[in-house]
């Protein structure tokens, strides 16, 4: 509370209690002491009154502890609902690319899909943001044969996926290099590609 507030009503009390003495036919000087006794009474009540209208430090750090509390959870729970929007979009591309390989396959002159070399005319597509950025998240890979393939990612929330046969399967990113997605198009890592890395970025014959 500024000391001014303080002094304003210290003087609005003591000359209260100085014009009533006076009023009622008594001298000012035996009632100096009283006068200032009352107002400083007068005054520290009002103090009093104006704080309780206001928060104490307790309840402030009560309320600031809440509001950090709160702000941890909603935190946590954003970051769980974004990298859950980034699986789900990974998986999409998954299966996308996996008709436009079946396409391909069907079009193709000898029933296979396309080689590492041949992927520029493809049209595979990546919902680029959704993959993680810090090492290599897109492999391809097919059989020697061309009668099978795996696709292998990793999405931004480190979560690793591979596409073979058509069906998607959930694994850690440790597990999703380029010699486990051509291990799941039972082939081996001369057959298979990159579509990503750190140092060169997302390859051209990638979309998105």
Known sequence: MPWQLHAVRFNHYCCNFVTKKQG???SLAPDLASSI???ILKTMQWATQQKQ?????????IVIVVIAILASITIVAYNGIQNS????????DLSANHKTLELYRINSTDDSYPSH?????????????????????????????????????????????????????NTSSAGTYLSHTCTAANSSSSYGTSGFTPSTQWESWIGG
């Open 53 to 61: 209208t206001g928060f104490t430090i307790v309840e402030l750090l």
């Open 24 to 26: 009622q036919g008594r």
């Open 85 to 92: 929007a980034y699986d789900s979009s990974v998986r999409s």
């Open 117 to 169: 070399s041949a992927l520029a005319g493809v049209g595979l597509r990546a919902t680029k943001s959704a993959y993680t950025p810090e090492r290599n998240n897109f492999y391809y890979c097919r059989s020697a044969d061309g009668k099978t393939y795996a696709i292998g990612v990793i999405t931004k929330s480190n979560q690793g996926y591979i596409m073979a046969n058509g069906q998607v399967s």
């Open 37 to 39: 006794t009352y107002a």
